[in-house]
């Protein structure tokens, strides 16, 4: 453990001692930015690998996913939500965070941005109960 003495702060530290830090810092900063990318697209191109001849792909195919998707990350992605449906609250969160990740899932926040309130004094009287209707969502299709 470091003694509390021996913490100098870097504005106290000589112009040369502070580019030296800064120096090995932006060199490591590098190195470790060319490490996730290099990860990243490892996992990529892992995920991307097609899928081998299994029951798990016959599975795939009866559920109507198409030959060309037929990949690695489909089938993760097609187990977590079997998993998800099945109670497990792991694979729940799994489902939930990636789908908020690619924007799949409105949040309540991002519906009432878009969401236009219409005055019913501005409304012809034939269209005021309809008008409410679909306010309510007493509608599935509109």
């Known amino acids: 453990m470091a003694n509390e003495q021996n913490l100098i ?17 932006g060199k490591k900063s590098g190195e470790v930015r060319r490490k996730k990318k290099l990860m990243k697209e490892t996992m990529n191109m892992l995920l ?3 899928l081998p001849e299994s029951e798990g792909k016959e599975k795939l195919k009866q559920m109507g ?13 097609a187990q977590q939500t079997q998993r998800a449906m099945n109670g497990n609250l792991d694979s729940a969160k ?18 009432q941005k878009y969401k236009v309130l ?5 409304l012809p009287p034939a ?8 306010i309510n969502h007493r509608y599935l299709e509109y």
């Not at 219409?118 to 501005?122: E, S």
């Not at 269209?127 to 209707?133: A, K």
């Open 65 to 77: 996913i198409e030959d060309e998707d037929l990949n690695v990350q489909t089938a993760i992605l």
């Open 48 to 50: 991307s690998l097609d």
């Open 118 to 122: 219409i005055p019913a004094r501005d």
């Open 9 to 25: 702060p870097i504005n106290k530290r000589t112009k040369s001692e502070q580019r030296e830090y800064q120096s090995k810092g």
């Open 94 to 111: 799994f489902v939930k965070d990636v789908s908020d990740d690619l924007g799949l899932i409105k949040t309540e926040d991002e519906e």
């Open 127 to 134: 269209f005021i109960n309809i008008y409410r209707d679909v």
